[in-house]
């Protein structure tokens, strides 16, 4: 119940741009955080935005900052993650997640989206 269903990501050129969606299929977004994070071959999973329940605000990996801009929808049960300015260092899977507490760190068992490929190369 608390899974998420992802859409968007693909191919894309060097500074082009990217829409990924997270879908709440069943439970509401709220009371939970969601997390944005992505795992590159080889490199360990980072966390790159976090939305918090409680405040409604979001937060950044500096990697991503200036970039990258999550935003929800609750009424859609939807959180969004706009890429702009794309760049090879990018590619990777990415994935969302539930959290509870103030943080995104410990995103919970059972709540992953799918995954799906970025890819930025020319």
């Known amino acids: 119940q608390l899974q998420l269903v992802q859409s968007g990501g693909g191919l894309v050129q060097p500074g082009g741009s990217l829409r990924l969606s997270c879908v709440a299929s069943?439970?509401?977004?709220?009371?939970?955080?969601i997390g944005w994070y992505r795992k590159a071959p080889g490199k360990e999973r980072e966390e790159i935005s976090c939305?918090?329940?409680?405040?409604?605000?979001?937060t950044y990996a500096d990697s991503v900052k200036g970039r990258f801009t999550a935003t929800k929808d609750n009424v859609a049960r939807t959180v969004y993650l706009q890429m702009s300015s794309l760049k090879t260092e990018d590619t990777a899977v990415y994935s969302c997640?539930?959290?509870?507490?103030?943080?995104?760190?410990?995103?919970?068992?059972?709540?992953w989206g799918q995954g799906t490929q970025v890819t930025v190369s020319s």
């Open positions: 997640a539930r959290s509870r507490g103030p943080t995104c760190q410990f995103p919970l068992e059972g709540s």
């Open positions: 069943r439970l509401p977004l709220d009371p939970y955080n």
């Open positions: 939305i918090r329940s409680s405040t409604g605000t979001s």
